[in-house]
């Protein structure tokens, strides 16, 4: 069982900054950014895994950096030049046992969301 907290949203205006961070219990093969908007289908924003392999979705891509903190198991989500379409909650997930990517198989562990507003 792992336990994931993340925390650093808020409110920017358009085109701000925010880091977003994800603190797991233990350790973890993968750890997923994801949002959602209320009605919507959440949405895979990045991922990345225990070497420091990464991914993002297009929407993600040339602004938002994920990385590993020196801090044992944190996590970050650097998001720049944010949107308004960019405001939802957004989740830390993880996974703990192998698999040869960070995309396909489904995340075990969820944490409670932070909250991301953009104003325009």
């Known amino acids: 069982q792992v336990q994931l907290v993340e925390s650093g949203g808020g409110s920017v205006q358009a085109g701000g900054s925010l880091r977003l961070s994800c603190v797991a219990s233990?350790?973890?093969?993968?750890i997923g950014w994801f949002r959602q908007v209320l009605g919507k289908e959440r949405e895979r924003v990045a991922t990345?895994?225990?070497?420091?392999?990464?991914t993002y979705a297009d929407s993600a891509k040339g602004r938002f950096t994920v990385s590993k903190g020196n801090a044992k198991n944190t996590r970050y989500l650097q998001m720049n030049s944010l949107q308004p379409e960019d405001t939802a909650m957004y989740y830390c997930?993880?996974?703990?046992?192998?698999?040869?990517?960070?995309?396909?198989?489904?995340?075990?562990?969820w944490g409670r969301g932070t909250q991301v507003t953009v104003s325009s």
């Open positions: 997930a993880a996974f703990t046992s192998w698999a040869p990517d960070c995309v396909t198989r489904a995340y075990d562990y």
């Open positions: 233990g350790y973890t093969h993968c």
């Open positions: 990345i895994r225990h070497d420091g392999w990464a």
